[in-house]
Nanobody, 129 residues
Framework: QVQLVESGGGLAQVGGALTLSCAAS????????MGWFRQAPGKEREFVAA????????YYADPMESRFTISRDNAKKMVYLRMNSLKPEDTGVYYC??????????????????????WGQGTQVTVSS
């Protein structure tokens, strides 16, 4: 049963832009915290961005905060990641993930991949000069 499906990855030039999409079929989507993570070749998976169930709260890894924008459309069950000013180090497989939204109790957990219980299969992003 497929629950999260990413799309929009591909080849981009340095300085270019891409928008990733994540289509959700989870029953709890409108209550879930949604996150984006990425994994570069030979490296551990790292946090990119997260967004609360309402979209009112967003979180970013420091290197991406000024260049990436996470958003969601609960009616369409979609999450997006707009990536601008792409760099070669943005290359990797990007994963969409979901977990329950407990950010009203604290938000430290949003950056930890082990806190997320539903994952997509990933979409490859390659940034080349």
């Amino acid at each position: 049963q497929v629950q999260l499906v990413e799309s929009g990855g591909g080849l981009a030039q340095v300085g270019g832009a891409l928008t990733l999409s994540c289509a959700a079929s989870t029953r709890t989507f409108s209550r879930d915290l949604m996150g984006w993570f990425r994994q570069a070749p030979g490296k551990e998976r790292e946090f990119v961005a997260a967004i609360t169930w309402s979209g009112g709260g967003t979180y970013y890894a420091d290197p991406m905060e000024s260049r990436f924008t996470i958003s969601r459309d609960n009616a369409k069950k979609m999450v997006y990641l707009r990536m601008n000013s792409l760099k070669p180090e943005d290359t990797g497989v990007y994963y969409c993930a979901a977990t329950r939204d407990y950010t009203h109790r604290g938000s430290d957990y949003v950056r930890s991949d082990y806190e997320y219980d539903t994952w997509g299969q990933g979409t490859q992003v390659t940034v080349s000069s």
